[in-house]
């Protein structure tokens, strides 16, 4: 697999996570890699305005314990 490095040499891969299962990402990540300006409310208005571009399987929101065990990791 090739290693995508950010400007900031943080490796794409490094932000990916598994949960439920799934290879995921955070969407303050994905902000980050995107440059949003207004951050997290860039990317999930986006979701929230065209649904259609981010199906169910792409898009899913955290439980409460799920967040918790993320953050135990940071």
Partial sequence: MNDVILNDNINIENLIYEVRGVQVML??????LY????????I??????????????FSFVLTDKEMSDLRSIF
Avoid: H, I, Y
């Fill in 35 to 42: 440059e949003c300006k207004n951050g997290t409310k860039e």
């Fill in 44 to 57: 999930n208005q986006a979701v929230k305005n065209s649904p259609q571009k981010f199906p169910e399987r």
């Fill in 27 to 32: 969407d303050s990540d994905l902000a980050r």
